[in-house]
């Protein structure tokens, strides 16, 4: 069994920055690719960022590219997803999920083992 615990969410304007923290427990961290989703009011959940349980494979989704920044702390068993230049269209529960398969790095909800609860993150104009 893997836990998740997503935090870092909140309001934030447009242009702004934030840092989501996923923090994991129950299993050996540094045998987990860990990836972030995102799911919009209305929406489908989508891919935006993964990382290898090496955090030497990184993957991100076009939205994400640029300005995005997946990375981990085995020594704290946590994943960061900084996320910079901030737009509305951001707007959505993040969530992390954990991969007991792969190396890297799925883009599909299916290939992963475990979720979070999700942080709400919204973006003000």
């Known amino acids: 069994q893997v836990q998740l615990v997503e935090s870092g969410g909140g309001l934030v304007q447009a242009g702004g920055s934030l840092r989501l923290s996923c923090a994991a427990s129950g299993r050996s961290f540094s045998s987990l690719a860990i990836a972030w989703f995102r799911q919009a009011p209305g929406k489908g959940r989508e891919f935006v960022a993964a990382?290898?349980?090496?955090?030497?494979?990184?993957d991100y989704s076009d939205s994400a590219k640029g300005r995005g920044a997946i990375s981990r702390d085995d020594a704290k068993n946590t994943v960061y997803l900084q996320m910079a230049d901030l737009k509305p269209e951001d707007t959505a529960v993040y969530y992390c999920?954990?991969?007991?398969?792969?190396?890297?790095?799925?883009?599909?909800?299916?290939?992963?083992?475990?979720w979070g609860r999700g942080t709400q993150v919204t973006v003000s104009s």
């Open positions: 999920a954990a991969d007991l398969q792969r190396h890297c790095c799925g883009r599909l909800e299916g290939e992963y083992d475990y």
């Open positions: 990382i290898s349980w090496s955090g030497r494979t990184t």
